[in-house]
T-cell receptor
Framework: NAGVTQTPKFRILKIGQSMTLQCTQD?????MYWYRQDPGMGLKLIYY???????DKGEVPNGYNVSRSTTEDFPLRLELAAPSQTSVYFC???????????FGQGTRLTVV | AQSVSQHNHHVILSEAASLELGCNYS??????LFWYVQYPGQHLQLLLK????DPLVKGIKGFEAEFIKSKFSFNLRKPSVQWSDTAEYFCAVNAGNNRKLIWGLGTSLAVNP
């Protein structure tokens, strides 16, 4: 029972580089989310998806892109990494918007 | 705008002390309420939730929370904390037709052995 799997767990990027954070879930959840967590700032929603082919912006979408080609996968793309994107990123999924969210282990990203 | 407020940002307790973490939200309609816990270096996991029915909700590891509609509150309690309860605790609210969970900023709890 894998749940929500994120890769990588750690990554260091140079300013201007790009990367994709992978997220996959095996619970057949329609809803998936990407959050960033910064110390003392709680969780900020970056993007979310209500099903394959449907994505929408959250609170802090600038500098990020997502796609949802399948129910299982919801990758997050950083095109031009900036120091402000140094954070811990969490992917999550849920059956409905108002049901329990299951989180991945997180990706700690540092942009230098 | 809807918001969730957690009053205590940092709490330090000794083992066996009682715990109460405050959570207030601003929304007048139907809400679904959650407490999540994040142990050091780990991902968030659900502690307990309230959708309807008995306003006193029991969760895992001896935690409970009480929904008081008139006070727009959903405070988390535990009668006797343990060192292993050291973690960050997040209150979250799903309000009405709003698609997104609204998160509090979290409360960092340190329990001294």
């Amino acid at each position: 029972n894998a749940g929500v799997t994120q890769t990588p767990k750690f990554r260091i990027l140079k300013i201007g580089q790009s990367m994709t954070l992978q997220c996959t879930q095996d619970m057949n959840h329609n809803y998936m989310y990407w959050y960033r967590q910064d110390p003392g700032m709680g969780l900020k929603l970056i993007y979310y998806s209500v099903g394959a082919g449907i994505t929408d912006k959250g609170e802090v979408p600038n500098g990020y892109n997502v796609s949802r080609s399948t129910t299982e996968d919801f990758p997050l793309r950083l095109e031009l990494a900036a120091p402000s994107q140094t954070s811990v990123y969490f992917c999550a999924s849920s059956y409905r918007m108002n049901t329990e969210a299951f989180f991945g282990q997180g990706t700690r990203l540092t942009v230098v | 705008a809807q918001s969730v407020s957690q009053h205590n940002h940092h709490v330090i307790l000794s083992e066996a002390a009682s715990l109460e973490l405050g959570c207030n939200y601003s929304y007048g309609g139907t809400v679904n309420l959650f407490w999540y816990v994040q142990y050091p270096g780990q991902h968030l996991q659900l502690l307990l939730k309230y959708f309807s029915g008995d306003p006193l909700v029991k969760g895992i590891k001896g935690f409970e929370a009480e929904f008081i509609k008139s006070k727009f509150s959903f405070n988390l309690r535990k009668p006797s904390v343990q060192w292993s309860d050291t973690a960050e605790y997040f209150c979250a609210v799903n309000a009405g037709n709003n698609r997104k969970l609204i998160w509090g900023l979290g409360t960092s709890l340190a329990v001294n052995p």
